[in-house]
């Protein structure tokens, strides 16, 4: 299968006959029949009942339509991204983030650098801390948001630059006893289920928030686990129980969460920008001094 045969089988539907097609293709009504033939071999059936006229899709034909023409826009859209990048008319940058930095620095930063740089294509994806340093060795990223807690591993062949270090935070339902107080402690943390959260093999980070709670005193039970933030702290609005944020996630949130300062906790959270070291990338140079001026005073 290649994307001849798709563009002809996708033009035959569309022009209603492959003498139609040939016409709007300017090639010859043998070379659609050919290609047509081509494609349905290799799938292993028919895509079009020829016995009818006009001639209608199969059944394998209508699953097989909408599909070849989703394939046929992404092929477009790499070719004219990639002729653009190669010409030196666009550019692409690749940037990895964690969740909890759409709390903070991320929307900031993507609205400056996007004002500077209009026409770099900016391909987000979201993936946790541990994650990023393969999608940077794989070129799938450029540039990775990550969050640690204390100490972490930082492998040679890249560069660590830290955005923010702060505190954390108790996050606990807005109409609960404890959110009326102007601090909490471990201990009366634990007095709630905790929500526990990233649910990750690979992610140390959830672990690592009940240890610092156990350490100051507290007791925590694990009420519920959550994938991502977001769902942890919907969660905690919803009343199922507390966690621990960093400070800057607490800013610009949810109404029904609220946010208190956690007396006995000394540790804290950095956030951090990952890229591959010694590499000459002016993107990158340029998103990173974007974060730099997201990161509030």
């Known amino acids: ?74 092929a477009r859209r790499l070719d004219n991204e990639a002729r653009g990048i190669a010409t030196g008319k666009h550019g692409w940058i690749g940037i990895g983030f964690v969740r909890s930095a759409l709390f903070s620095i991320l ?57 923010i270090d702060e505190p954390f935070v108790a996050a606990v339902p807005v109409d609960h006893p404890l959110a009326s107080q102007d601090s909490v402690s471990a201990a009366e943390l634990s007095g709630l289920p905790f929500i526990f959260y990233p649910k990750d093999a690979k992610s140390p980070f959830g672990r690592q928030l009940l240890s610092m709670l156990r350490k100051a005193g507290g007791d925590p039970t694990v009420g519920y686990e959550a994938i991502e933030i977001h769902t942890a702290l919907a969660l905690v609005g919803a009343g199922l129980g507390g966690t621990l944020v960093g400070n800057s996630i607490a800013q610009n949130n949810r109404g029904d969460v609220a946010f208190l300062p956690v007396r006995d906790i000394d540790s804290g959270t950095i956030v951090a920008a990952m890229a591959r070291k010694n590499e000459d990338n002016k993107l990158v140079t340029a998103f990173l001094d974007s974060l730099r001026g997201a990161v509030a005073p």
């Open 107 to 163: 929307p900031t930063a993507i609205r400056t650098f996007r004002a500077a740089s209009q026409d770099v294509h900016l391909d987000l994806v979201e993936a946790l801390s541990e994650y990023q340093p393969d999608l940077l060795r794989q070129g799938r990223i450029d540039l990775g948001i990550s969050r640690f807690i204390g100490n972490f591993d930082q492998p040679a062949d890249l560069e660590f630059t830290t955005l």
């Open 1 to 74: 299968m290649n994307l001849k045969q798709l563009r002809y089988f996708c033009e035959v539907v569309e022009a209603g006959s492959a003498a139609h097609a040939a016409e709007r293709l300017y090639v010859a009504p043998t070379a659609i029949s050919m290609q047509l033939a081509q494609l349905e071999e290799h799938l292993g059936g028919e895509l079009f009942d020829r016995s009818r006229r006009p001639m209608e899709l199969t059944a394998l034909g209508r699953y097989f339509y909408p599909r070849a023409k989703e394939l046929l826009s992404l």
